[in-house]
Every structure is written in C-alpha cells, then in structure tokens.
C-alpha cells in the first residue's frame, strides 16, 4: 500500500481501490472523533461518511499544504461542529427551555464512589458538555492523541490558542467532575 | 494554596511528566510542586483519565457504505472526466472502440450491407451497455455509452449508398 499522496493520484485517476484504501486507512481517526465529540455511535458514523464523502468530492484541490491526515481531520471537526450545532437547534426546538432539566450543580464528587465504566461515562458526559472550542481541542489532543501544534493545525489556530484553550478546558472540566474541589476560574 | 496562575507552568508539564520526559532536575521540582498543591494532584488525576480513554474503532463496514453511498450520489460537474472518466472512457476505447474502429477502416472498400452489420451490431452493445449500466451504476456506463456513439457516428460517416 502507497502513501497517503499515492492513494491520492490513484483515487484522483480513478482507482477504486486505491479509494477504499485511503478510507480504511483513515477511518479509525475518523470515526474515533465524531465519536468524541458527537456521542451517538450512529451519529458519529454519519458524521464519518458525510467526512469521507466530502473529502473525496474535493480531494482535486488538495494541495498539499498539510498532511493529508490534518486536512481530513479539519474537515471532520468542522463536520461535528455543524452537526452538533443542528442537533442543539433541534433539540432546543422540540424542548422549550424552561422545561428543560437543569444541570445538577450539586452532584458530589464521585471519583472515588464509582466503578471504572460510570467513570468512563462521567467524564465523556463532562466532556460533552464543554463549550465547542474546548471539546474540540480536548477530542483533538487527548482521543486522538495530535500535540498541542498539530491541533493548532487542524484548527488553523495560533498553538497559544490551543493551549490557552486545553488549561481553561481542564479547568472546566475539574469543575463539573469535582464541583465542590475545583478553584474558581478567573 | 497556590495561587492558580502559579501552577500553568507545572500543569503545562503534565504531558511531558506521564510520559517521563522531564529531565532530573524539572521531575524533582515538579514532584515537591505536586506534593504542597492538592489542585495539580487532582488536575494531573484529570490529565491520566483524558488519557486513558481508549480509542474507538470504526465499523467494519463504513468504508463500503461510504463507497456505496458515492455511488448513489449524483455526480458533481467534471466528477466522470476528472476521475472515472478518463479512465474508463480510455478502457472502454482500449478494448471495445479502437478494434471497431480498425474494422470500420478494414470495412471501408467492402460496401454497405458489411457495415450496416458492424452498425447493427454497436447499436446491440449500446442497448447492452444500458441495461448493464443499470445494474453497474450510470457512472461507470456513461463513458462506454459515450465511446460507442462516437464510434456509431465515426462510422455513420457519410451517408451509405442504399
């Protein structure tokens, strides 16, 4: 199997195989992403096809400029975001807010209450509930595992942005996994 | 406690001290740090379960469904010349169009009734083409068809002689 840049000239030449071999390359990246950020398995699946779709449709202009793994990493990311924001719409629709439950501020800490799995399943729900920018960069850096300059990358933003954004992203999620053992966030 | 911007430096050292990257002497000062600080021992406690999350696999299938799903979409403007059509239309002329291309040269001196049969017999593959481009997905037939009817209209030529 060729390179990333190979699988390219080859798909762009019309080699379906050499298509199938760039998706199945990338797909655990993927998948593994929208998974993070979106948490529905079968949502996160839609987003990864919807992502492949598309880069495939534009894979003519790539030009090269980053890796291809970067390139489709944004192209995910900016995938997710837009559909978690449709589904936030939609959802804010169906439910009008004041009918909606509030979050529970004063859950006690749990870190040593729990099993490993409702652990698992605390922290992901913390995680989801972070603002975009900050999930994102904590899908980016820690699910999948991209430095502090690779995610600037995906995101085309400066890495002191990144890092910026990873400290107060900690500091949030301290806040909502131990409400009552988090400092203030300035 | 420690005042919080005290401890970005230590925090921004989390990574490189899970991975044992920090030389002697940082790992020591940021061994006291985490000793006098309970808020970098629970944010490095955070920086483990981040970490420690495992990775999901795709589904086995999702590259097939991608394919598949390209397949059903219409084509975009320039999709089958920029990608399948090259080189299908280049297969298709390869190993249908160019040997009909060469009889219609060979049939040139051998009069109507032998190419009207040659004729006859693109109009079958064109009928052919069709059905097969059915069940193969107009993509894939769209540039056969095409190669079939430049060769129809190649030997079509001027008007036979009746």
Redesign the interface.
């Known amino acids: 199997m060729g390179t990333d840049v190979q699988l390219i000239q080859q798909?762009?030449?019309?080699?379906?195989q050499a298509?199938?071999a760039l998706?199945?390359r990338h797909?655990?990246l993927?998948?593994?992403l929208a998974?993070?950020l979106l948490g529905d398995a079968e949502e996160a699946?839609d987003a990864?096809?919807e992502t492949?779709?598309r880069a495939?449709?534009s894979l003519?202009g790539f030009r090269g400029d980053c890796t291809f793994s970067t390139w489709l990493y944004r192209s995910a990311a900016n995938t997710c975001i837009a559909r978690s924001r449709q589904r936030r719409q939609r959802r804010s629709r169906e439910v009008p807010a004041a009918d909606r439950e509030p979050a529970d501020e004063s859950a006690p800490s749990s870190?040593d209450l729990v099993e490993q799995g409702e652990?698992?399943e605390q922290?992901?729900q913390a995680v989801a509930e972070l603002a975009e920018p900050y999930r994102v960069v904590?899908a980016l850096h820690?699910?999948q595992q991209l430095t502090g300059a690779e995610v600037a990358q995906v995101l085309e933003v400066p890495e002191g942005t990144v890092?910026a954004r990873l400290?107060r992203a900690?500091r949030l999620?301290?806040r909502k996994?131990?409400p009552r053992?988090?400092?203030k966030i300035? | 406690?420690t005042p919080?911007d005290d401890c970005?430096p230590f925090?921004?050292q989390f990574g490189d001290y899970l991975l044992g990257r920090l030389s002697p002497a940082e790992a020591l000062g940021f061994a006291q740090h985490l000793r006098d600080c309970?808020?970098c021992r629970?944010?490095l406690?955070?920086?483990r379960?981040?970490?420690a999350?495992p990775?999901?696999?795709?589904?086995a299938d999702?590259?097939a469904?991608?394919?598949a799903?390209?397949l059903a979409?219409p084509a975009?403007s320039g999709?089958i010349r920029?990608?399948?059509?090259?080189?299908?239309a280049d297969a298709a002329f390869r190993t249908l169009v160019d040997p009909l291309l060469q009889l219609d040269l060979e049939l040139r001196g051998a009069g109507a009734p032998l190419r009207r049969l040659v004729a006859g017999a693109l109009a079958g593959l064109q009928s052919h083409l069709y059905r097969e481009g059915n069940k193969l997905g107009q993509r894939l037939a769209l540039p056969l068809l095409d190669a079939s009817r430049q060769v129809r209209a190649a030997l079509a030529g001027p008007p036979m002689p009746q």
């Open positions: 798909h762009l030449q019309g080699d379906p298509t199938r998706i199945e797909q655990d993927v998948y593994n998974r993070r699946r990864a096809q492949f779709l495939l449709e003519a870190l652990r698992d922290l992901h904590i820690y699910f890092k400290f900690q999620l301290q996994l131990n053992g988090g400092r300035r | 406690m919080y970005r925090q921004d309970a808020a629970q944010a406690a955070l920086e379960r981040l970490r999350v990775p999901v696999a795709a589904p999702l590259a469904a991608v394919l799903q390209r979409r975009p999709w920029s990608t399948l059509g090259n080189t299908a």
